[in-house]
């Protein structure tokens, strides 16, 4: 039902795992290993025709979450760094928590850019096709190949509803006070009124597309399709990335940690 | 207050995100063979899969104002499996999850299957099952099936958080004492405004299309011994996290304090309803169990006047 040009992923699928894993596998603090994995990323990056330094801005998203680990700074109490009082509150610095921070912002950082590549030289109906004939059920493969063809479609949809919304309710305060729409369950309720709605016509669109799909002559499973073509050389290069494995865990086990 | 529990790589140690992987693919694995078996078209409940995914995308886009700056949003995981059922609709919240990840970095790929297991498995069908339970508890209909869907949309935001918090703390990349405080704190309130809007969604759906959701909610409340049966699991179930939450004691910020030496220059409240969540005169667990159940029981409370309210506006 869906036809694109796939081409087969499945190589780079593995690689990118594997390259993931090799990363969070690295210890904590084995900041020379990170660099040596950056600077091989970047090189990939830019063989593939990828800017090294746009991958590593977009990168940045990640980095937020690292919220959640800023609490090891003052609670951890080895390797304490700075000690001092501030005002009534006497406050310490790990040593040891501010390793952990680092390293998990670096591995967070380098783990997405190695998606990144993935997605930027593999467009996604061939990473859900690739995925296919790597066992990924039917169901699910099939289900994500819709998502992906509807996505634009729903959200262009949910934006003209937003837009709607805006200029009749329930504005932010302050960009347009006299229209702020009622009390906050009220706001609510109208969201959510606009997701039932949208759920509503989702539903309609998802009857005239199996409809279509029934007269056309789909019968049983639809299909998705598999890869047009496989990639002769898939053994080898699964090969290559079990090596990169090997080697990153290496460079974290031999290289000196700070 | 954007909820973001998708955890990105490099957060989760390899072993906890492989342990997650392996759970998650177990119960996707029973979603699928449970969808098989029901007795609907196969191709056209895969369209509908395919294209309520594209449908949950698209919602998180909702939001309202709560403040200036601040504003509530829409998770879908409850709604996802009041709408298509919950082994579907944990199938269709792990697609999204995964396309997420792939195309947006929201969420990494070694940490998928725990990012799955947070917000489709727990989220979507741990939540519907409760949506649904909860909804017989409360005597079914529209009054019951708010009430559910409701506190089911808040149970599930608070879970996915505390869970996330605790695969961080495992991982040793957060400290539980201060992490879990922190974000169930703020996820008491980003759930209210999932609870509200997935309220909003499903009245909207019940009021124009009352068939489409027919097959997917109980009608009527359950019998009476089965509604006692179903409203202790539920209950055990709120009250055995409350308690896991409590327990992470001394309370985080309490132990921030601790640490730096400022316990002692804070001052209680003037009068406290249950003070350090325990019930005067009963010491250790039962205590805190107890005093569990009654924020359960106020949470509930709300909760049906809550849907009372929007019962009554509906048939206005």
Known sequence: MIATGRQDARAAIVTTLLVTLAVALLPTGSYLAYLLVWLAVATVAA??????????????????????????LFTRSDE???????????????????????????????????????????????????????????????????TIRYLDLLRNEATRMLRARSSRSASPIGETRERAGGSIPWRARVTGNLAGALFLRAYARAARVEEAATARGARGSLSFGGLQQTDPRIVQKAALALAAFALISAGGALLPRF | MRPNLHIPDGFLAPEVSIALWIATAVVIGIALRRIATERTNAPARTVLMGIAGAFIFAAQMFNFPVAAGTSGHLLGGVLAGVLLGPWAGSIVMATVIGIQALLFQDGGLLVLGANIFNMG????????????????????GRRGQFVGVGFAAWLSVMAAAGLTTLQLGISGTTDIGIGLPAMLGTHALIGVGEALITIGAIGFISASAPDILSARTSERGASAPRRIALGSVIALITVSLAALFASASPDGLERVAEDLGFLDQGQGPAFELLPDYTIPGLDGTVSTILAGAVGVAVVVVILLLLGRVAARRRSA
């Open chain 2, 121 to 140: 498995v727990i989220g979507t069908l741990g939540g519907s099952l409760v949506a649904r339970a909860t909804s017989e508890v409360f005597g079914g």
């Open chain 1, 47 to 72: 063989l593939s025709g990828i800017a090294p330094g746009q991958l590593a801005r977009r990168a940045l998203v990640a980095l937020p979450f690292v919220v959640a680990a800023l609490p090891l």
């Open chain 1, 80 to 146: 304490i760094i700075w000690a001092g009082e501030l005002g009534a509150i006497s406050l310490s610095v790990s040593g040891a928590g501010l390793r952990i921070i680092l390293t998990t912002a670096l591995k967070a950082w380098i783990s997405v850019q190695v998606a990144l590549i993935l997605v930027k030289l593999y467009p996604i109906e061939s990473i859900v096709g690739s995925l296919r004939a790597l066992k990924l059920p039917d169901t699910i493969a099939t289900s994500a190949g819709l």
